[in-house]
């Protein structure tokens, strides 16, 4: 009977560490959002808030909190849809990650989700 219980525990124990390998290991703890930073999340595949403001001409640096155990990432564009300053990896949450953007010209942009197209916000860079 007891080598039986063992033969058990052994199973469930090789299915347990295979879960989580199969998943991308134990899940990481969401780090804390840094202060001065602007918040965007991600929930049920839509950013929040839809529109966001920083200072213009200023770095700053925006906190995107993927609440989603759905791959996001975060892109800026300027007006003609190219790509400002760099752009965040895709990942999946939950988890949260900081995108540091360059000094931007006061004017409106666009964030996006390479994964969702449909995913938007609007960032306004103001004096």
């Known amino acids: 009977?007891?080598?039986?219980r063992g033969i058990f525990v052994a199973a469930a124990m090789l299915a347990a560490a295979t879960l989580l390998v199969a998943c991308g290991g134990a899940a990481v703890p969401v780090a804390t959002q840094p202060a001065g930073s602007i918040l965007?999340?991600?929930?049920?595949?839509t950013f929040a808030p839809t529109s966001v403001?920083?200072?213009a001409d200023q770095a700053f640096t925006i906190w995107f909190d993927n609440k989603e155990v759905v791959a996001h990432n975060v892109r800026v564009t300027d007006a003609?849809?190219?790509?400002?300053?760099?752009?965040?990896?895709?990942?999946t949450g939950p988890a949260a990650r900081p995108l540091d953007v360059?000094?931007?010209?006061?004017?409106?942009?666009?964030?996006?989700?390479?994964?969702h197209p449909e995913m938007r916000a609007e960032l306004i860079a103001a004096n």
């Open 40 to 45: 965007l999340t991600a929930n049920l595949s």
């Open 1 to 4: 009977m007891n080598t039986l």
């Open 102 to 115: 360059p000094p931007l010209a006061a004017g409106t942009y666009s964030l996006l989700c390479d994964v």
């Open 80 to 91: 003609a849809g190219t790509t400002v300053g760099p752009v965040l990896e895709v990942f």
């Open 53 to 55: 403001s920083a200072a």
